[in-house]
């Protein structure tokens, strides 16, 4: 009996010990997160890429994301710099004075698809971005776009230069204000998630927006027009940074499985799940009755000339702050797309 009761012990024993083997070997990466856990972002692109992850390194690699966000969106460099998590997703835009080479991508007539968009923008990265250091400290494992940026309105159907003329339109602030001020609309600088309360209220006429916009901020009440330019009138850049300590503690057997599924692979993925919720609302808006008119090669070259400030400004702050050739760069990237959307 008592031989029988140290068998039992010895055995349960190992068991535990095999146990906290497992545990120690699983290498948990915490991803702060400040966006709807139902937003596109998550359920389109995080969530996915987290399970991709998971599988490719047979589960001995987990990402773990918080319930409430540890620091506001402006400061996620920040939180993944100090080590206070593993990962963040940011937008450029929030900071605009700090970070140029993004700057890029918010101009309008941008982006093709948020996809092709951001291989092209991942790609630009590493051909010229990378060198200049401004993620300096900290891995980044992804820059990505959305679906090229629209105008949703009310009641107005936009056909030409004129109908932007005092439109009391919600912009995002940065480049979107300047855009609408160059079009002669009147501008209300808010973040998208105000959206449906200044539309409801009446506070606002129109809104910059993305296809999306129509049911993931529920705005089929409240807009009754989308104007699509092709390009896109406005565009944002996102990233996903690691804490370098982070990545060291992924298993040397897994860095090759991880490292595969970031760089141009998340990248990508960050953009498609833009267009594929954009795609399936833009239907919707279409089947509830709504207008979604594009815009026509007169007005797409009245907007172009009115904006085309904005390309010369970037490309002098990119060569003065970054020491890069700016219409190279954009060359580059227009390249890229058109390659993307003959493939």
């Known amino acids: 009996m008592i031989i029988h009761k140290s068998l039992h012990s010895l055995t349960a024993g190992c068991a535990l010990l095999a146990f906290a083997g497992a545990a120690q070997a699983e290498t948990v990466l915490t991803f702060n997160w400040w966006i709807p856990p139902t937003h596109l972002q998550r359920t389109e692109v995080m969530n996915p890429w987290a399970e991709a992850v998971a599988e490719a390194t047979g589960g001995e690699v987990r990402i773990e994301f918080t319930t409430t966000s540890l620091a506001p969106p402006p400061r996620q460099p920040e939180l993944v710099a100090d080590g206070v998590v593993d990962l963040v997703l940011g937008v450029h835009g929030y900071t605009p004075d700090r970070f140029v080479n993004a700057g890029v991508m918010e101009l309008p007539f941008?982006?093709?698809?948020?996809?092709?968009?951001?291989?092209?923008?991942?790609?630009?990265?590493?051909?010229?971005?990378?060198?200049?250091?401004?993620?300096?400290?900290?891995?980044?494992?992804?820059?990505?776009?959305?679906?090229?940026?629209?105008?949703?309105?009310?009641?107005?159907?936009?056909?030409?230069?004129?109908?932007?003329?005092g439109l009391l339109t919600r912009g995002g602030g940065g480049t979107q204000d300047r855009v609408l001020e160059a079009l002669g609309a009147a501008v209300v600088s808010s973040p998208a998630p105000t959206t449906y309360e200044l539309l409801a209220n009446g506070v606002v006429d129109a809104t910059l927006m993305t296809p999306d916009g129509y049911t993931s901020f529920n705005l089929a009440d409240h807009v009754q027009t989308q104007l699509l330019i092709p390009g896109g009138l406005f565009n944002s850049s996102f990233f996903v940074l690691m804490n370098e300590d982070a990545y060291a503690r992924i298993p040397e057997e897994h860095r090759e499985a991880f490292d595969a599924l970031t760089g141009e692979y998340l990248s990508a993925l960050g953009g498609r799940g833009f267009d594929t919720v954009s795609n399936a609302a833009l239907?919707?808006?279409?089947?509830?009755?709504?207008?979604?008119?594009?815009?026509d090669e007169a007005l797409v070259a009245a907007i172009q000339e009115r904006v085309a400030f904005l390309e010369e400004e970037w490309i002098e702050r990119a060569s003065a702050e970054r020491g890069?050739?700016?219409?190279?760069?954009?060359?580059?990237?227009?390249?890229?797309?058109?390659?993307?959307?003959?493939?």
């Open 110 to 165: 941008m982006a093709t698809t948020g996809e092709h968009a951001s291989i092209a923008y991942w790609r630009a990265y590493e051909e010229f971005f990378a060198a200049t250091g401004e993620h300096e400290g900290v891995r980044v494992l992804a820059h990505f776009v959305h679906s090229p940026g629209t105008v949703m309105a009310r009641e107005r159907v936009l056909e030409s230069i004129e109908d932007f003329s």
């Open 283 to 295: 239907q919707q808006m279409i089947d509830d009755g709504r207008t979604v008119n594009t815009a």
């Open 324 to 343: 890069l050739d700016g219409r190279e760069v954009i060359d580059f990237l227009r390249a890229q797309m058109a390659d993307l959307a003959d493939e």
